[in-house]
């Protein structure tokens, strides 16, 4: 089991940029798939990106791509999010999740695919 903490969350302006961290530990995050995800309030939890670690490869939600990207960097044990170009309907609480398992049969874009999660972060963007 991994535990995760998010932070960089906050409030901001539409247009206006953030960038969170998801930072682990009890486990390296090498090889573990790395997901974003967002939670609205009366909203069921939705995918935002995902980092896999085979292969290298990412994947966004259709409403965030081109303005958000997910990295990570081994060395610090962190996964981030860079979020630009905000709007009002990115308000959300963020959470990060993780699983150690990169089933190439998962896409891991909905929340049951993955073991561990943050306690979230929220994100306020304002007109």
């Known amino acids: 089991q991994v535990q995760l903490v998010e932070s960089g969350g906050g409030l901001v302006q539409a247009g206006g940029s953030l960038r969170l961290s998801c930072a682990a530990s009890?486990?390296?995050?090498?090889?573990?798939?790395m997901g974003w995800f967002r939670q609205a309030p009366g909203k069921e939890r939705e995918f935002v990106a995902v980092?896999?670690?085979?292969?290298?490869?990412?994947y966004y939600a259709d409403s965030v791509k081109g303005r958000f990207t997910i990295s990570r960097d081994n060395a610090k044990n962190t996964v981030y999010l860079q979020m630009n170009s905000l709007k009002l309907e990115d308000t959300a609480v963020y959470y990060c999740?993780?699983?150690?398992?990169?089933?190439?049969?998962?896409?891991?874009?909905?929340?049951?695919?993955?073991?561990?999660w943050g306690q979230g972060t929220q994100v306020t963007v304002s007109s």
């Open positions: 999740a993780a699983d150690p398992i990169d089933s190439s049969g998962s896409s891991y874009q909905t929340p049951d695919e993955y073991d561990d």
């Open positions: 009890g486990r390296t995050l090498r090889m573990y798939v």
């Open positions: 980092s896999r670690w085979s292969g290298g490869l990412t």
